[in-house]
């Protein structure tokens, strides 16, 4: 399989970057080391902006933490549970939950799942 440059490089080279998010979801998967319950590659990182796109296997977590700047987690596929203080959200493919920055939350995989996180960087 060809390695695409958005998986050896993320900065923008020009006024844009396009990426195909399905192909992008492909590798990934086939990038996913075993044993290890997630992958991630990093999409774009440019001017304070980060996208980034991981795959959970089913059981896998992200633990409880918090980002500096407001963040998105997009559902491309799969379902996971997002936990946000006291409560707990069923995020299936095609949902998106954004928080604030310093909105402690934690996400864990019910089915293997593939997100694309954004991370916006704090304002001052």
Same mark, same amino acid.
């Given at each position: 399989?060809?390695?695409?440059?958005? +998986?050896?490089?993320?900065?923008?080279?020009?006024? &844009? #970057?396009?990426?195909?998010?399905?192909?992008?979801?492909?590798?990934? &998967?086939?990038?996913?080391?075993?044993?290890?319950?997630?992958?991630?590659?990093? +999409?774009?990182?440019?001017?304070?902006?980060?996208?980034? #796109?991981?795959? +959970?296997?089913?059981? /896998?977590?992200?633990?409880?933490?918090?980002?500096?700047?407001?963040?998105?987690?997009?559902? *491309?596929?799969?379902?996971?549970?997002?936990?946000? /203080?006291?409560?707990?959200?069923?995020?299936?493919? /095609?949902? +998106?939950?954004?928080?604030?920055?310093?909105?402690? &939350?934690?996400?864990?995989?019910?089915?293997?799942?593939?997100?694309?996180?954004? *991370?916006?960087?704090?304002?001052?």
């Amino acid at each position: 399989m060809a390695e695409h440059s958005y +998986l050896r490089t993320h900065d923008l080279a020009a006024e &844009h #970057l396009l990426i195909d998010l399905g192909e992008a979801v492909t590798e990934l &998967h086939g990038l996913a080391p075993d044993g290890q319950n997630r992958g991630a590659v990093t +999409l774009v990182k440019q001017g304070g902006l980060s996208v980034v #796109l991981t795959h +959970l296997h089913a059981g /896998g977590t992200i633990a409880e933490h918090s980002a500096p700047g407001t963040t998105t987690v997009q559902v *491309l596929d799969g379902q996971v549970r997002i936990q946000v /203080g006291d409560e707990t959200l069923d995020m299936l493919a /095609g949902r +998106l939950i954004a928080f604030d920055a310093r909105v402690r &939350h934690s996400v864990e995989a019910i089915a293997d799942s593939t997100l694309l996180l954004t *991370l916006a960087q704090a304002q001052s």
